[in-house]
């Protein structure tokens, strides 16, 4: 499963402000304006056609009469005020109540290139080595990883990413193309294509090395950069690059190189010299596959290595808050069937008191 990469995110949520102000003023002033030409509080009430009626007053003093005109103004009153909720929430919501967030990405990883040698003399061991890599990924936690396969020229697998998900995957498939060790099988000619050009130069571990330190990218930014290279260092033929010059390449372009030799590469002293030479020059380390805390070693060296800070824009995203708007307009519909209902019941219950007596 991918690992996430060492970073701070900090959301700043600025105010929540309308998108579209004018249509929310516009909407409340016209709803206002309604109110006030519903209510006419300049208007007189007319005499004409009114009927005149005797005793008036006694009828206003009934307890009845009085119990009706406070239930009528109580509901007056409620059916009014749900009225103006659920139009001030139709309000909020025709304006589209929004908030700005900008979220600070304060990003820091390392970059690792994989880098083995594909060639023959290494077939019954890349499969080891790429368990080998697999452990190493294990132990990381934020870096980038990508895979460099070489001989007499190099591809690459997989670029640098930090899905660690994808990487275990890629490395599993070439585990299973080295897994037979024989050169001859399909799986085998078909994962190395492309690195043997001429069959007379053969695992180049200058090249290849020279190789994989252009693999990472970012040239301008300070990062960590870091290569596991893996190899028997037994060349055939001369490349372009010898193994001094391409750790010195490495450690120009910043790059710590940790190395881890195949077994058989101690029955060749010269060659253990001149790698462990190689990857000491970048101020990495130097391990014989298999040994104890080899992997370890490469892992906590990693470790070590300072998180460089990347700059990256910041992130801007504007998000729709209708929850205010829902909100009022659900309470204020609620609200005037609730009214409308216990207003039916009272006049029901009404007539039926009327109709007994």
């Known amino acids: 499963m991918a690992r996430p990469r060492e970073r701070g995110l900090m959301w700043d949520s600025d105010a929540t402000a309308f998108r579209w102000p004018w249509l929310t003023v516009g909407l409340a002033g016209l709803v206002v304006l309604l109110l006030v030409l519903w209510l006419r509080p300049w208007r007189r009430p007319k005499r004409t056609g009114a009927a005149y009626v005797a005793h008036a007053a006694r009828l206003r003093a009934l307890p009845r009469y009085r119990t009706l005109v406070r239930r009528q103004v109580v509901l007056g009153t409620c059916l009014s005020v749900a009225a103006l909720v659920a139009c001030s929430g139709a309000v909020v919501l025709a304006g589209r109540l929004q908030q700005r967030q900008t979220m600070t990405q304060e990003d820091r990883t390392r970059d690792i290139v994989l880098c083995l040698d594909a060639s023959g003399s290494m077939a019954e061991v890349d499969a080891l080595v790429l368990r080998e890599f697999r452990t190493i990924i294990s132990g990381l936690r934020g870096e980038r990883v990508g895979l460099t396969i070489w001989s007499g020229a190099a591809i690459s697998v997989f670029p640098l990413t930090d899905d660690y998900e994808y990487v275990v995957e890629q490395l599993s498939a070439a585990e299973k193309a080295f897994a037979s060790g024989d050169v001859y099988s399909d799986d085998y000619a078909i994962f190395t294509a492309g690195t043997v050009l001429d069959w007379d130069i053969q695992s180049q571990m200058g ?13 301008d930014e300070e990062r960590s950069r870091a290569i596991v290279l893996a190899s028997d260092n037994e060349p055939i033929g001369t490349g372009i690059f010898s193994v001094p010059d391409a750790a010195g390449y490495a450690r120009e372009e910043k790059v710590v190189v940790h190395g881890i030799a195949a077994p058989k590469t101690a029955e060749r002293p010269a060659a253990v010299q001149e790698f462990e030479a190689a990857t000491g020059a ?13 992997t370890s070693a ?60």
Do not use: N
């Open 207 to 219: 090249d290849g090395l020279a190789s994989c330190v252009q693999r990472f990218d970012h040239r």
């Open 298 to 357: 490469v892992i906590d060296a990693i470790a070590d290595l300072d998180a460089k800070p990347i700059e990256r824009p910041p992130l801007v995203q504007v998000l729709d808050r209708p929850r205010l708007g829902t909100w009022l307009v659900g309470i204020g519909l609620v609200g005037l069937a609730l009214l409308w209902v216990a207003q039916g019941v009272l006049v029901v219950r009404d007539r039926r008191g009327e109709g007994r007596r």
């Open 282 to 294: 970048t101020g990495g380390t130097f391990s014989l596959l298999g040994e104890d805390g080899s």
